[in-house]
């Protein structure tokens, strides 16, 4: 079974439709590469992709011992190459955790956090920057 199907839209636009749940991304091309801007790019979403995941795999690790991380964060910043070929260079994901989480548990999510599909699946040459905050 397709995990998700996709149309290309026209002016650089794609509207991808995900299979199981029926939900639809769109993405444009960024300013930068003759883009409009005005959705993620597929790049951008490769970028948020690994922050979520690395998201969820630790809040799988929460479940499993009952700690709330709920209404975590996490922000990213995408580096792109500046040589050809047009690549993802680094990406920066900074995440925002409950300073009520004691040190082994920081410890565990963290290490957790860096098995995620998405980080494991980047190329080498892609470098993550990943930071964990406690506020």
């Given at each position: 079974m397709n995990t998700a199907t996709a149309r290309?839209?026209?002016h650089l636009?794609?509207?991808?439709?995900?299979?199981?749940?029926?939900?639809v991304i769109q993405t444009d091309a960024p300013t930068d590469n003759h883009?409009?801007?005005?959705?993620?790019?597929?790049?951008?979403?490769?970028?948020t992709a690994l922050g979520s995941c690395m998201m969820t795999v630790m809040g799988i690790v929460a479940e499993r011992h009952q700690w709330d991380l709920v209404g975590s964060t996490f922000a990213v910043v995408k580096h792109m190459s500046t040589e050809a070929p047009r690549r993802i260079a680094q990406i920066d994901v900074t995440f925002t955790l409950p300073a009520t989480l004691a040190l082994t548990e920081r410890t565990l999510l963290e290490r957790s956090a860096h098995t995620c599909p998405v980080g494991l699946s980047l190329h080498p040459d892609v470098r993550q920057n990943i930071?964990?905050?406690?506020?």
């Amino acid at each position: 079974m397709n995990t998700a199907t996709a149309r290309y839209a026209g002016h650089l636009r794609t509207e991808a439709t995900h299979v199981a749940s029926s939900n639809v991304i769109q993405t444009d091309a960024p300013t930068d590469n003759h883009g409009r801007g005005e959705a993620f790019s597929p790049t951008d979403l490769v970028s948020t992709a690994l922050g979520s995941c690395m998201m969820t795999v630790m809040g799988i690790v929460a479940e499993r011992h009952q700690w709330d991380l709920v209404g975590s964060t996490f922000a990213v910043v995408k580096h792109m190459s500046t040589e050809a070929p047009r690549r993802i260079a680094q990406i920066d994901v900074t995440f925002t955790l409950p300073a009520t989480l004691a040190l082994t548990e920081r410890t565990l999510l963290e290490r957790s956090a860096h098995t995620c599909p998405v980080g494991l699946s980047l190329h080498p040459d892609v470098r993550q920057n990943i930071v964990f905050e406690y506020k």
